[in-house]
């Protein structure tokens, strides 16, 4: 009674993370502000990201599956494009018409697969490709309306916020999981997570979504190329993460003088 219980409610928690999700998802890829394409990226479609997969992976524990399952690995695969896709349609100046259909049509992908469950290679195949297209088709008009993208000042200061705020908590769950968890299941054989993995797998994805937005971030303030692999290496290493930060601020500080130093002379 207990774990039907549990499962009702997590399967709650996965569907109110995944209706966050989209409402994000569509905020980022159809809004003609970049402002408010940003603004859904950070505060809709990434928590609601976070959320579903780790309620989902906690679905996929309680119900005895894996993660090799070709159904389930297919759609979070295809979840995870979805992210992707419409993290670079929410930071560009212009937006191509493409990227936000398709990125409609990784999450049709997904959830298709996620309902149905095939276990056929050749019906996990045909899901994929019938929601990629049906997803991308519906959302083809909304993404011709919304090609030419509105610019702000405030741009690039959500944009700063957002991947601020996403290196604390990647660091953060990093140092909770190495220096907690894992230390305190070794002393005295209790699992804060129940022995689901759940921990390490929402940090495994908060690394998933750091390094999307860095990607991102990294084109839209034009940082070289080494800043995205020096915070995907430091995303590994506890405390890392926090030195990373204060990197990035520094380099954001130093472009700033040199900017007012440029248009005194």
Known sequence: ????????????????????????????????????????????????????????????????????????????????????LAFMVSHRERSRTVSPALAWGCASSAILLMTVRPTHPSWILSLLVVGLALGSLGAWPFARASSVVVTDPKDEAIAWNGIRWLTWLEGASLIFMVLLAMPLRAATGVALDGGTGLIGWTHGVFVLVFAQALSSTRRLFGWPRKEWTIGLLSSFIPGMSFWFEWRLRRRRMNAGVAGNVQVED
Request: aromatic share 10%; net charge positive.
């Open 1 to 84: 009674m207990e774990s039907l219980h549990l499962w009702s409610v997590v399967r709650s928690v996965k569907f109110l993370g995944l209706a966050w999700f989209l409402l994000g998802l569509g905020g980022a890829t159809i809004a003609s502000s970049r402002c408010t394409r940003l603004r859904a990226t950070y505060i809709a479609m990434v928590p609601g990201f976070i959320l579903a997969y780790a309620s989902g992976w906690l679905l996929m524990k309680l119900s005895g599956r894996s993660l090799l399952t070709p159904w389930l690995l297919a759609g979070s695969v295809a979840g995870l494009g979805g992210l992707h």
